[in-house]
């Protein structure tokens, strides 16, 4: 059983910030690659940003320059540093992260429950 567990979301004047977190927990034996993602309203979800094993980040142009993704030092946990937040960031984000459990030969993808990011004009 694994579960991520993401916090941090909030209501945020445009221009200010936030920080989201996730913590993956349960039977994993390696997390291959961790990152967010964000559906808004009447949307399909999309990719923010994610960090693999190695350390290489992808972001989606929206946010580059203004979010910033970070592996904590347990390498279970992921950050997301939003920055100059726009009203068009209001969205729910997600965690996910591609994982090997303990009790498997492959991956799957495993989804957190979604904080909602509300930034206001």
């Known amino acids: 059983q694994v579960q991520l567990v993401e916090s941090g979301g909030g209501l945020v004047q445009a221009g200010g910030s936030l920080r989201l977190s996730c913590a993956a927990s349960?039977?994993?034996?390696?997390?291959?690659?961790i990152g967010w993602y964000r559906q808004a309203l009447g949307k399909h979800r999309e990719l923010v940003a994610h960090i693999g094993t190695g350390g290489s980040t992808v972001y989606a142009d929206s946010v580059k320059g203004r979010f910033t993704i970070s592996r904590g030092n347990a390498m279970n946990t992921v950050y997301l540093q939003m920055n100059s937040l726009k009203p068009e960031d209001t969205a729910v984000y997600y965690c996910s992260a591609i994982i090997q459990t303990s009790t498997s030969d492959y991956t799957a993808a495993y989804w957190g429950q979604g904080t909602q990011v509300t930034v206001s004009s």
């Open positions: 349960g039977s994993i034996f390696s997390i291959n690659a």
